[in-house]
């Protein structure tokens, strides 16, 4: 079975530019969570997907967004970049209903120059 | 607000010792609590869980003990091993697990 998988595993962008970070869940599960871990923080959570809808976001600006496709792969965008984006982004994806243990992906690491 | 809270940002141990690894939370509606391991260029993976039921779950060489009135939970790995050195991340959900909070992690080294 594979496991989570999250492109492109390094990007680098500029000051102002757009990054647009890609996750496929494992087959089967509908959910999909965003984190980011910025050095020397813990995971803060970014959004949560599930069925194709937005349930939840964490405590981050509007350009952070994102949609989960009808495969229930997401994409996560993060538009006007700053410095301090520069980050793991991490993936998880969970069964729906089924249990509160996720699957993370290995994470896109974002530099931001 | 940090809700989960990992206060020791490292530890070191000696291989064959235990590794006491503490977590403190703030949200009483947290009830399911999670341990996570995640080594460099590896996404976290999960290792141990404990509802708000139980006050103890073991799992070979790992244990979680949770006390719901200090709203403290640890993990003990006995005894450690060198490939158990990582970063362990504690995290909590309320019921349903939809929304988890994890702490800051603490990064074990165990020293042959």
């Known amino acids: 079975e594979a496991g989570v998988t999250q492109s492109p595993t390094h990007l680098i962008k500029t000051r102002g530019q757009q990054a647009t970070l890609r996750c496929s869940p494992i087959?089967?599960?509908?959910?999909v969570y965003w984190y980011q871990q910025a050095l020397g923080l813990g995971l803060q959570f970014l959004l949560w997907y599930d069925e194709g809808e937005e349930r939840n976001r964490g405590n981050f600006p509007p350009r952070f967004s994102g949609r989960q496709f009808p495969n229930y792969s997401s994409e996560l965008n993060v538009n006007a970049l700053e410095l301090e984006d520069s980050a793991l982004y991490l993936c998880?994806?969970?069964?729906?209903?089924?249990?509160?243990?996720?699957?993370f992906g290995s994470g896109t690491r974002l530099t931001v120059v | 607000d940090q809700q989960v809270k990992q206060n020791s940002p490292s530890l070191s141990v000696q291989e064959g010792r235990i590794s006491i690894l503490n977590c403190d939370y703030t949200n009483s509606m947290f009830d399911y609590f999670l341990w996570y391991k995640k080594y460099p260029a590896e996404g976290p993976t999960f290792l141990i869980s404990i509802s708000s039921i139980k006050d103890k779950n073991e799992d070979g060489r790992f244990t979680v003990f949770l006390n719901k009135s200090a709203k403290h939970l640890s993990l003990h790995i006995v005894p450690s091993q060198p490939g158990d050195s990582a970063v362990y991340f504690c995290?909590?959900?309320?019921?349903?697990?939809?929304?988890?909070?994890f702490g800051a992690g603490t990064r074990l080294f165990v020293k042959a």
């Open positions: 998880a994806s969970r069964l729906t209903g089924n249990s509160y243990g996720y699957t």
């Open positions: 087959s089967g599960h509908t959910s």
């Open positions: 995290a909590a959900s309320p019921t349903g697990g939809f929304k988890t909070i």
